[in-house]
């Protein structure tokens, strides 16, 4: 079965689906590499070390939102704190979406503390109010937007399933700024962003 595509306005015979019996062989060869096949795009080290960096962003994000959730204070806090602990939780499940992966790929999740700030693209801040507790929010669902959207073109089609498990992260990463981003103008009384 062969499918046409278009190059340099040249139609070429590409194989759409590889043959059976060659699927077959190649599943019993190379048993101890697990699932990265022949047809693995990237270099799984180099993948799981970019993991590595993404496990440490959102454990720091869980880390953060859960200070936040409980350090909260002030009149109108209540609302604010369950935000922050519903985005701690769903960090969470980000950061075992990224260490299972990691896991598939061969590597070793890297939960030490120690490092922790330094390899992870977020910061963790505690903020002295709750309003900056809601800003140092967005700012980190701001770098992790522009971080996850680099990985996802990076992954492209090489690693189509880090790429789709980074897709959906990002899409959960652009609700939360949101939700800071409304938080901070019903806090401050001014938006940030023109509608």
Known sequence: MAAST??????TKQP???????????ARK???????????????KETIEILQ??????????LRYTMHAVAATGISSEGVKDE??????????????????????GGTPNFNP??????????????PTLVDMI???????????????????????KDPTTRVMLEGILGVEEEHANDMHDLLVAH??????SK
């Open 53 to 62: 960096a993404v496990l440490a962003t959102e454990i720091v994000c869980v």
């Open 188 to 193: 401050e009384g001014k938006p940030n962003l």
């Open 30 to 44: 190379h048993l101890e590499s697990g699932n990265i096949t022949e047809t693995y795009g990237m270099d799984p």
């Open 84 to 105: 922050f602990a519903q985005h701690a939780q769903e960090e969470q499940e980000h950061m075992m979406s990224v260490a299972e992966r990691i896991n598939q790929l």
């Open 135 to 157: 800003r140092e929010n967005y700012i980190a669902e701001r770098i992790a937007i522009d971080h996850y959207r680099e990985l996802v073109r990076f992954f492209g089609d």
């Open 6 to 11: 278009t190059t340099n306005n040249a139609t």
């Open 16 to 26: 759409f689906l590889t043959d059976v019996k060659t699927l077959r062989d190649r």
């Open 114 to 127: 120690e490092g922790l700030a330094s390899r992870s693209a977020s910061q963790y801040s505690e903020g």
